[in-house]
């Protein structure tokens, strides 16, 4: 499974940006999808998952401002982010579970800048 997000970018706290994962080798809509981010010096942090049944879960900090959907035809899954705050900058990646629930592919991330 090889896997491009791309989407981020500078924007202001308040705004709104949409993050896309294209997926090659596997259907997205067949496996457990998820979307994390990580700053320098801080863990890996969950933000948001889709399974094959379209079951989603999100991180308690992005709860009721981030969505994660999908699009099949595109094979490419998505995070919506509203309402973003300064703390929500990081570098986002994508990543994949082909098999249960262990993310074995993930994408080069992308970088989101939320400034004050």
């Known amino acids: 499974v090889q896997l491009q997000a791309s989407g981020g970018g500078l924007v202001q706290a308040g705004g709104s940006l949409r993050l896309s994962c294209a997926a090659s080798?596997?259907?997205?809509?067949?496996?457990?999808m998820g979307w994390f981010r990580q700053t320098p010096g801080k863990e890996r942090e969950f933000v948001a998952s889709?399974?094959?049944?379209?079951?989603?879960a999100y991180g308690d900090s992005v709860k009721g401002r981030f969505t994660i959907s999908r699009d099949n035809a595109k094979n490419t899954v998505y995070l919506q982010m509203n309402s973003l705050k300064p703390e929500d900058t990081a570098a986002y990646y994508c990543?994949?579970?082909?098999?249960?629930?262990?993310?074995?592919?993930w994408g080069q991330g992308t970088l989101v800048t939320v400034s004050s």
């Open positions: 990543a994949a579970a082909p098999k249960g629930s262990t993310y074995a592919y």
């Open positions: 080798g596997r259907a997205v809509s067949s496996i457990l």
């Open positions: 889709i399974t094959w049944s379209a079951t989603t």
